[in-house]
């Protein structure tokens, strides 16, 4: 037998409950995607795109100097050297320039890399176009390679008059674990090639037996 | 429908009853408060001097975080809900909570929570490590083992959590007596109704945020991994809008304690009980606009420095109400000092000053100095422990004789008041000067520079744990051997809870009472 009291707290208990489990998928599912949006938009947490610009038929405006650093930042550096040979480079908003960032792999394992962008001062991110990056995709590397990444870019002339330099900073970050996939069709698709140097070949089954290893370990 | 508990352990067990239930936080929550403070003279104990005396930094990161994670979640939370359970029903004149049997579950789903958490210590790995914070990717990536356990154990409080706060909203708005409207309950119930809403609002996104480092760790998604495209920051921001109103549920049912409390021992009734109930409500509308003044130094622009920084001392003003209030209900009041006002006039003073540390801390380019440094340690331990736990003290003081039907020895209860109040003070106050001074927080050795400072630390923290001894003695003595308290205890306390006898009746306003 209910009361109209009992009815009440029932409606009452099944509504807090509801808006508990709201906020709980408002957090897991919302939150997160809201937050990648807005700092998408407002290029506040440094990100630069991770899409490629497509350059259109820009002026280069060659009264502007802007100086551009670069920094590459390593975590795990007992297992990669990464570093950025040009330090720092002049460019003209709208020039297309290209540089390199240098990484060698001085682990004995395939290893997959990410590198995570990040720029300062925030508000010149989205004026920042990368027409080809290195951090668009992984990097496979095979053990002892040594590989020069490239980047080419524009600076948009829309960037703020009160800029004269900024700062881009890559930081790797070792993946191979979850790109186990990914390595062993690199290790298959450069065999096939022959593009491998010749130790490199004779180290392969080794270095994919340990890698195999390495997955079992890790699950 | 007179009858009495149930004997033997099943009353304990399946108890659907209100006083049983907090009874029986209360008593979890001072286990826990034992347990955290062990961890926490482990601490003081390896600070005494600098160098590594006593335990490996491992084992101490291991005790700052269960330390905060106990004291916080085990402690005071549990605390307040148990002192909602026993007065709630009796203030408003309802003869019970209004969902009996979750109120059951909400309680016993807590001890196993918690023995999980401390049961971490002897994983191989250890206990979480990454303080009480637990910032992503410490948390995730770099996390022991152990840390899977930790996520499920604040799933299961978040439960508990939630659920009592659902109990809570439901008593109030539903089982007052006739005649009681929302202007006329007591504060606590105002400030427990506020808090309830704020625990069903963040409860939720602190399972979220624990959920989604589950996942990171075991499912392969990236919400805060870099490599994958995810953003550690996401992990403070999250982890903070759930983390500031957590404060404020720490501390606004603390201003209802006190809010009882004060005008019995000033004998006048509380001056602007109306402001009082809209201060509530806007420090707990505030708490949800400044969370991202625990990360002005991640890197923010500066329109967000400066809007976190006003709104978060605007929170100045309706706790400058509070605080007011109080001291204008004490002023040419016929006070007397007994112990539950001795503890709620230390909390008028020692709060205040937390509150004063935290108008520093407020001022973003002033926090770029102090944060992550002992001043942040000494605001908050002001604010927690001179507010929430001396409050819960006070109220003890003040209800346990219509608790158990007993009276306390005054005398000893004094003792106590005196010894924590010392301990407390020598213990936090030097952390400010150690903090100014450069001394970070979470380590487990420092510079001889700030030796001094934290060998008085230690000392008074040896000594307010003394005291709460002490407090544990009183109160079994109070219910093996105290002498028997009226039914009115107090000679000007005001409220349905002193109507009843002492000790409270198993079962109180079967019938509505007469406002």
């Known amino acids: 037998m209910k009361t109209q009291a009992d009815k009440h707290i029932q409606r009452l ?207 | 429908m007179a009858h009495g508990p149930a004997p033997g352990i099943g009353r304990w067990l399946f108890t659907t009853n209100h006083k049983d239930i907090g009874t029986m936080y209360l008593w979890f929550s001072f286990a826990m408060f034992f347990v955290g403070g062990l961890f926490a003279l482990v601490i003081r104990a390896e600070l005494f001097e600098p160098g590594l005396q006593i335990v490996e930094p491992e084992f101490f990161n291991q005790m700052t975080t269960l330390h905060g994670l106990i004291m916080v979640f085990g402690a005071v939370m549990p605390a307040f809900v148990g002192l909602a359970n026993w007065m709630l029903p009796l203030m408003i004149g309802a003869p019970d909570m209004a969902l009996p049997r979750m109120n059951n579950w909400s309680f016993w789903i807590l001890p196993f929570a918690f023995s999980m958490l401390i049961g971490t210590l002897f994983m191989p790995g250890g206990a979480p490590n990454f303080g009480w914070t637990f910032y992503a990717p410490l948390s995730t990536t770099y996390a022991p083992p152990s840390v899977t356990v930790f996520i499920f154990a604040v799933h299961i409080m978040g439960a508990s959590s939630i659920m009592g706060a659902i109990n809570i909203i439901a008593t109030i708005l539903n089982m007052r007596a006739p005649g009681m409207s929302m202007m006329k309950m007591p504060l606590f119930v105002w400030t427990w109704l506020i808090t309830a809403f704020l625990l069903i609002a963040v409860m939720p996104v602190l399972a979220g945020v624990v959920t989604m480092m589950l996942m990171d760790i075991h499912f392969g998604t990236s919400f805060f991994n870099a490599a994958g495209g995810g953003d550690p920051v996401l992990f403070q921001h999250v982890f903070w809008f759930f983390g ?230 009183i109160v079994i003595r109070t219910i093996f051997s105290g002498r028997p308290a009226s039914d009115q205890v107090w000679e000007s306390a005001e409220g349905l809870e002193w109507s009843v006898a002492s000790p409270a009746p198993y079962h109180t306003f079967i019938k509505a009472p007469e406002i």
């Open chain 1, 13 to 219: 208990s099944f509504k807090l409950a509801l808006l508990a489990f709201l906020m709980f998928m408002f957090c897991l599912f919302v939150l997160p995607p809201l937050y990648q949006l807005f700092c998408e938009v407002t290029g506040l947490n440094g990100k630069t795109s991770n899409q490629a610009y497509i350059a259109k038929q820009d002026i280069v405006d060659h009264s502007r100097n802007i100086t551009i650093n670069f920094i590459a930042v390593s975590h795990n550096n007992h297992i990669w050297t990464f570093s950025a040979p040009e330090q720092s480079l002049v460019v003209h908003p709208g020039q297309i320039t290209t540089t390199k960032f240098r990484v060698e792999n001085t682990s004995g394992r395939w290893i997959a890399v990410q590198a995570v962008p990040s720029m300062v001062p925030i508000n010149a991110t989205n004026y920042f176009n990368k027409t080809e990056c290195f951090c668009f995709n992984r990097q496979i590397l095979a053990p002892g390679e040594q590989s020069d990444l490239g980047l080419q870019f524009i600076v948009d002339s829309e960037l703020p008059k009160a800029i004269k330099s900024l700062t881009l900073s890559y930081t790797l970050f070792d993946i191979s674990e979850a790109s186990s996939k990914e390595i062993q069709a690199e290790q298959q698709h450069r065999i096939g090639l022959n593009l491998s140097r010749v130790d490199n070949l004779i180290t392969l089954p080794n270095a994919s037996e340990q890698n195999t290893e390495g997955n079992a370990y890790g699950r």
């Open chain 2, 244 to 473: 500031h109103p957590e404060v404020y549920i720490m501390i606004l049912p603390a201003f209802g304690v006190i809010s009882a409390i004060i005008p019995t021992f000033a004998r006048k009734p509380l001056f602007g009980y109306s402001s009082m109930v809209y201060a509530t409500a806007s420090i707990a509308f505030l708490s949800f606009i400044v969370w991202a003044h625990h990360m002005f130094t991640v890197g923010m622009p500066l329109a967000g420095e400066l809007i976190f920084m006003y709104a978060t001392m605007l929170i100045a003003v309706p706790t400058g109400v509070k605080v007011f209030n109080w001291i204008t209900t004490m002023w040419r009041g016929a006070m007397t000092f007994e112990a539950p006002m001795l503890f709620s006039i230390a909390f008028v003073i020692l709060f205040t000053i937390g509150g004063f540390s935290g108008l520093m801390l407020a001022i973003a380019p002033a926090d770029f100095q102090y944060h992550d440094t002992y001043f942040v340690v000494a605001h908050f331990h002001y604010v927690l422990v001179p507010g929430a736990i001396f409050s819960i003290t006070a109220g003890v003081y003040y209800w346990l004789p219509k608790w158990c039907g007993k009276m306390y020895n005054e005398t000893l209860a004094k003792t106590h008041f005196w010894i924590a109040f010392i301990g407390l003070n020598i213990t936090f106050f030097p952390m400010h000067f150690s903090g100014l001074a450069g001394m970070p927080r979470r380590i487990p050795d420092y510079n001889p520079l700030w030796a001094d400072w934290n060998m008085i630390s230690s000392i008074g923290a040896f000594l307010f744990g003394a005291a709460q001894v002490l407090f544990l003695f």
